[in-house]
Structures are given as C-alpha cells and as structure tokens.
C-alpha cells in the first residue's frame, strides 16, 4: 500500500526525473534540473555530457546539492495523510527508453507500475509516450510472451485501455494482438485476465477486444477464441456490476456477426441470461439485451430456445412501450420472426396472452418508418390467424378503442 501512495500522490518535483522515484539525495544540474544523485552520478560516468531532461551539453558535470527540496521531501515522507497536490510530472525521454528496454527484457512489473502511473496522470503524458517509435508494440508485446504472472497481465491493459483513444492506436493493436504469430497467446492472455483478474482488468480486457473489432474478420477471429463466449457470459451471471455487463453485452453484440457465433452463444445459455436481464427492472442494459435477443432470433437455434423460454417471449412483449425507438425495434423484430416469418403457434399464443397486440397498434401509430409499420402489421395479422377464439375475445375487450393504422 505505501508503494501505491508513493507513485499516486508523490508531487512531481520530489520524483527523480531518470529513475522516476522518490528522490533521496537531491542534486540540481548547471541547467537547473534536480536529479536524485544516483541516478545522475550513473548517467554521467556512462559517458553521457548533457541533462537527460533537456538534452542540452552541460558546460560542467558539476552538481550541488538541492538541501530546500530535499527538506521538503522529508516533511511530505514524514506527513501523516501524504497526499499533496499532484502535479504533472518532468518525465525525461532517457527514463522512458531505459522502461522500454526493461519491459522488452521480461523484468517488466516495476516498469510497467511505473508507465501505468504515467499514462494514467494527464493526457500530456499519454500524448508524450506516443512520440516514442514502438511504444505500443513494446508494451502489447507482454501479452504475446507464455507464462506471464498475472499482476503484469493487468497492467499491461491498464496502459493500453489509456491509450485506445490516442490516434492510430487501435489499428495497431489490431494487428498486433489479431494479424500474428503469437495470436493464440494473445487470447491466452487476456482469457487469464477475464478469469483472474479483478473488475477493473476485467472490463479493460472487454474493452480492448472490442476495440481491436474493426473489420469482419477481426470480429470472427475473436469471437472464434477458445473458451471467450462461455466465460463472457459466466461474467454475466456471476456478476451484477453494471459497467461490467454493459461492456461485455456491447463486445458480444460487436463480434457476434456469423451463425456459428450466434449458435454458441444460445447453446451456453444466453437466451435464459437475456430473459432475466429482461426482468430485472435495476438492470440498466435492457437495449443490449434486447439487441442481442434480436440478433440470436435470426438463427434456428436461437428462435428454439426463445420459444422453450416460458418467460422469455411475455418479457419482450411487455417491454414494447417501456423502451426507447430502437429497443421497440428490436422487440417487434423477435417477435415478428417467431409469429409471422416463422408461424410459432406456441409464441402466438403467448403474446395474445400478454396483450402485446393492444401495444402493437399503439407503436404502429407513433411509428414513422414504414418498414416497422409493416412488420407490426403482418405480426398483428399473424397472432389474429393462428389464435383460438378466446384468446380474440380477450384481445377484443382490451384493444377495440384503438384502430390499426
């Protein structure tokens, strides 16, 4: 925990612009940066005669000790709460090169607590290690190496999930993680991280993989990863995080584009996952949920375990007015392909029973698009076919103030 402290709430000035730790014997340069001495001792008798920071020739490698700053950092050491005002830090561009060569060595947690603290700070740093030639590729090289401890792992897609943002980054990555030789430790990786690490990883992870889906067949090879989909949606059961559902429900939804991805999906289980998502009114994805209820309905499989939901088919139904246009959409697409595109007598039924035709004219009228007019119209016209009288009947007395369109 002091370690943690030490690198969130350390002031930049107290930090070794070489070393990036605490400084313990402050010494400043004829350029008037302070160093810890140490480290600049080292860097001088390498042979080197300029000031790391700036680069400038140093007219003399003399120092002097910085006794005012080195009485500060002894106060904030002995300080009880050691949380001063954080500044952005001088990080120089030696420091970050000797991080490099450390991680591409494999002695690679302390470097990468040392680059996650920097990304994190301020988006000047995440735009200055950019600058470097190989940054991104040092750094996703980790998850390319076997038998990574996990804490490395972690960090790892901490720095990357910072960066995502940063302009080329995610075409990069894409071709690091999904266009290489080591793919398949790639996936290794960041399943480990799905099954180990805490929550935080755990959506960086999701994040990442979604990130790095440009294309259909980056969207195929990930959802074709071993193992993924299952532990995608023991995510989902085990956890009621809602951050974590929502980003796992958006990568599912990005990368479940063929069949066979659907298919997978139905037969781990998320038909029933999705219906309880449907129920639960603190669950705040219901436009994912219903958004991939939609995307599984379009295969056989998918459709089955709809129909051997007891629950599932009155749960769409009664969401029709309750969501947003697009949502409705979807909820009108399902039930459209079960009772009209596929004649579902059982799912007919159902949806008599939950009064979804009364909801329908209702979403007909403030309807602007044809097509969902349409679709509400034939799935009306399907129900009132394949239902027995009293199910018409109870239609009737519920919906005949309203008026097809």
Not at 34 to 54: K, M, N, V
Not at 331 to 338: E, G, K, P, S
Not at 379 to 399: H, P, R, W
Request: glycine share 2%; hydrophobic share 40%; with cysteine.
């Amino acid at each position: 925990m002091v370690r943690n402290e030490m690198y969130i709430n350390v002031p930049s000035v107290f930090r070794c612009p070489i070393s990036l730790d605490v400084m313990k014997s402050p010494v400043s340069l004829s350029t008037g940066i302070t160093y810890d001495r140490s480290s600049i001792q080292h860097w001088l008798e390498s042979g080197h005669d300029t000031c790391p920071a700036t680069m400038q020739v140093l007219p003399s490698k003399d120092f002097v000790p910085n006794l005012t700053l080195h009485r500060l950092i002894n106060l904030w050491v002995r300080s009880p709460t050691r949380k001063p005002e954080s500044e952005s830090s001088a990080i120089s561009e030696e420091a970050i090169k000797v991080l490099m060569e450390k991680i591409e060595r494999k002695s690679c947690v302390d470097s990468l607590t040392k680059i996650e603290e920097i990304v994190s700070s301020c988006e000047d740093n995440r735009k200055f290690l950019m600058r470097f030639g190989g940054f991104v590729e040092v750094i996703a090289g980790v998850l390319r190496r076997n038998s990574v401890e996990i804490v490395a792992l972690k960090l790892v897609v901490s720095v990357l999930d910072s960066i995502l943002s940063e302009n080329g980054v995610k075409e990069r990555l894409n071709g690091l993680i999904l266009k290489s030789d080591q793919e398949f430790n790639c996936f290794s990786s960041i399943i480990s991280i799905l099954q180990n690490g805490n929550l935080k990883s755990q959506i960086q992870s999701v994040r990442l993989l979604e990130s790095i889906a440009l294309d259909g067949q980056s969207k195929r090879k990930i959802a074709e990863a071993p193992n993924l989909f299952p532990l995608l949606l023991h995510l989902l059961r085990t956890n009621s995080d809602p951050d974590l559902n929502d980003t796992v429900s958006s990568l599912l939804i990005t990368v479940s584009i063929t069949r066979t991805a659907k298919s997978e999906l139905v037969q781990n289980g998320i038909v029933s996952l999705l219906s309880n998502f449907l129920a639960d009114e603190n669950n705040k994805s219901h436009d994912k949920a219903m958004k991939l209820l939609a995307m599984v309905s379009s295969c056989s499989e998918g459709r089955m375990a709809i129909r051997e939901d007891p629950k599932c088919v009155a749960r769409v139904a009664e969401m029709l007015l309750k969501v947003s246009k697009t949502t409705a959409e979807d909820a009108v697409l399902v039930l459209w392909r079960l009772c009209s595109a596929y004649k579902d007598e059982r799912v007919k039924e159902a949806v008599v029973k939950s009064n979804a035709v009364a909801k329908l004219l209702l979403l007909m009228q403030r309807e602007d698009e044809e097509l969902m007019r349409k679709m509400c119209r034939e799935l009306i016209k399907a129900v009132m076919a394949g239902c027995k009288d009293e199910c018409l009947a109870s239609y009737q007395t519920k919906s005949t103030h309203i008026m097809p369109c």
